[in-house]
């Protein structure tokens, strides 16, 4: 984005941020024309909207770094929101301000609503259309008669766009690096393939015990219940 349009772009880390005011200042000091780039926010602070118990937060802090360090910023969602499409926000032009997650669902409501973050871009897992993508950049081909094979598995496999990148990399020199990568890829998808399956059929299995014991668990309520009856 920021070749395209050729703006700056600022990477804020939100819990080496003191406080709303520091925050502040950061986005005076950011020119216009640029991005705003905020990583994985759902870890950089407590944004979720949820109200805990300081207990069950101290006994968090303990077990995730993440937490603990974010402990040390005094940012507030308020201070956040301010800083998004607040007053302050006014002091430049033509700026884009972008983050990024993994957990949607946990962030605060008013962070993500429409009219504040205008524009929500799931990059899920990797397509056809995106692998052809990914092929002519990596490997300059437009087209190869594994092509259809992969779109078939593609099609039955959740496998991300890194990791279909990965595969496509030559690792040694050949006559044809091409071919190579796109058997690698092949052999990668068939893997992950199986994987699913197993692991599918696992979660299957576990909870075909889950209610079988729930099952043996009630029989056993009503015949206690029964016998206190009689």
Known sequence: MANLLNYDIYDVELTSVKDNTELRKLLIETASKSIIVIEDIDCSLNLTGQRKKKEEEKEESKDDPLLMKGK???????????????????CGEERLIVFTTNHVEKLDPALIRRGRMDKHIELSYCCFEAFKVLAKNYLDIDSHNLFPSIERLLGETNMTPADVAENLMPKAITDDPETACLEDLIQAIETAKEEAMVKAEKEAKEKEEEEERLKEKEAKEKEEAAGEVK
């Open 72 to 90: 040390e910023s005094k940012v507030t969602l308020s201070g956040l929101l301010n800083f998004i499409d607040g007053l302050w926000s006014t």
